[in-house]
């Protein structure tokens, strides 16, 4: 216990490759130490609070070191509550976040159970291996998400190669060029760039608010369609929506004021932990 009763919260003990011991935030901090001793129900509730103003919100990288909490203590029903509450948070956004970046809708239950997976080993795990969730959640997410999804994609890309060619041929293969079967795979190095473009242009378009702003914005700005048309047999957005060209002119300031405000709150975050 700190002075005056308070709860102490054990730090973290993995390092950066300077040496430098991961830090949670404040609040995090702050956060951990008012939900300890919580009850099942309370907890819930608070849990349930979305405004991250709110003095009862509790952030991802607090729900994390409740789950590895509640494992070291062999606090079974403690361990299913607070991971129940943190797989809720970020489900929907995991499978989002994998059809984004054209992972086979067969494959997305698989491909997010094994991002479950990995997330709880490493939370649960006896080192400090999962230290980084409670610092910066959604970023170490992304990171299992972009391997995971690299997985799959060069699988895919192995499997349509292979299709083509002799069962018999196995990664021996030599096309007639000298090009082995490796050669026309793309390496990690090779496809990660790309992945990581689609990933940040799905948070950016998931940015803006409105359905409309975004549909708006993306065929104005990616797909090139004019906002009105002189001719009414041409497609326009104006057309798609029923509007009028102020309105859609509206639509495109406001998905471009959303846009700012996450550009924003994007800046100073490096998706490092912190030192």
Known sequence: MASGGAPTVEPLTKSTREGVVYQRL???EAQIRA?????RAELV?????????????????CLVHLVRAACLKDDVDGFNTA?????????RWIERGFRALGVAPQDVPDAL??????????????????????????????REL??????????????KHQKSLSDSIGSEF?????VVLEDIIPSYEDVAGSVERRMLIAEALDAIRDPRHREAFVLYHLEDWQIEAKD??????????????????NWLRAAESDLLAWRAASAGDTGEPRQ
């Open 26 to 28: 404040p609040d995090v």
């Open 35 to 39: 939900s300890i001793g919580l009850r």
């Open 45 to 61: 509730a608070r849990a349930a609070i979305m405004d991250s103003a709110s003095q009862e919100y509790l952030k991802e990288e």
């Open 83 to 91: 991971m129940g509450l943190l797989l809720r948070r970020c489900t």
């Open 113 to 142: 159970g094994e991002l479950v997976k990995r997330m709880t080993i490493a939370i649960v795990a006896p080192d400090d291996r999962g230290d980084g969730y409670q610092v910066c959640f959604w970023k170490i997410l992304k």
């Open 146 to 159: 972009l391997k995971i999804h690299d997985r799959y994609d060069r699988q895919r890309l192995k499997e």
């Open 174 to 178: 030599e096309g007639e060029d000298g």
């Open 232 to 249: 009414l047999a041409e497609t326009s957005i104006c057309k798609r929506f029923g509007v009028t060209s102020r309105t859609v002119n």
